[in-house]
């Protein structure tokens, strides 16, 4: 069963850019949920999504955009880039939301560089 | 505020000795789950445990098993029997009971080191 997959790996883009990020669930997972996690700021909660719908959003400005498409694949966006955007994106990927949904699994992350 | 605190930066043990892993929470929710993960170098976040608030009986998997302390709002890891490939950042999560992944709040992590 392949794991969830995250493209790029590796990202370096300039400040007042933009970038768009890849995440692809494991085969029947309809939740996603992607993470920044940053030396200073630890690991926090930017969206959820589930059947292409978003169910929660964390605390991050409007640069940080996301959505989720029919086959579950999501993507997140951050426009105008600031050199604090710099971190591990993660993608995590989860069967269901509900009592006895235990499967949870995070992609290897992508890092981005801001410079 | 919800807040997950993990007070131990850095931890060391021996080799084929146990450890515990210290996370404590702060939330009025009556309905929760705890979480615990793995971070090797590589930067993917392995889940290694879940414990439900409502869960009467401690959760194990193999040689992790969580701690759990209800009334002192405290879920601490034992990871018994320490392994080389044990060396990781470990997190501890709160999120939805029922184990759904989304929406996470985690702690800044222990960084674990095991010797030979």
């Known amino acids: 069963k392949a794991g969830v997959t995250q493209t790029p790996r590796y990202l370096i883009k300039t400040r007042g850019q933009q970038v768009t990020l890849s995440c692809s669930p494991i085969?029947?997972?309809?939740?996603v949920s992607w993470y920044q996690q940053t030396p200073g700021q630890g690991l926090q909660f930017l969206f959820e999504y589930f059947s292409e719908t978003q169910r929660n959003k964390g605390n991050f400005p409007g640069r940080f955009s996301g959505r989720q498409f029919s086959n579950s694949r999501s993507e997140m966006n951050v426009s105008t880039l600031e050199l604090g955007d710099s971190a591990l994106y993660l993608c995590?990927?989860?069967?269901?939301?509900?009592?006895?949904?235990?499967?949870?699994?995070f992609g290897q992350g992508t890092r981005l560089t801001v410079v | 505020a919800q807040k997950i605190t993990q007070t131990q930066p850095g931890m060391f043990v021996q080799e084929k000795e146990a450890v515990t892993l210290d996370c404590t929470y702060d939330t009025s929710d009556q309905s929760y789950g705890l979480f615990w993960y793995k971070q090797p170098s590589s930067g993917e976040m392995i889940f290694l445990i879940y414990q439900g608030s409502y869960d009467e009986q401690n959760a194990t998997e193999g040689r992790y098993s969580l701690n759990f302390q209800k009334a002192r709002k405290s879920a601490n890891l034992v990871i018994s029997a320490s392994q080389l490939g044990d060396s990781a950042m470990y997190f501890c999560?709160?999120?939805?009971?029922?184990?759904?992944?989304?929406?996470?709040?985690f702690g800044k992590g222990t960084k674990l080191s095991v010797k030979p």
């Open positions: 999560a709160k999120g939805d009971y029922g184990g759904s992944q989304g929406n996470l709040i």
């Open positions: 995590a990927s989860s069967l269901d939301r509900g009592p006895g949904s235990t499967e949870a699994f």
């Open positions: 085969s029947g997972h309809r939740s």
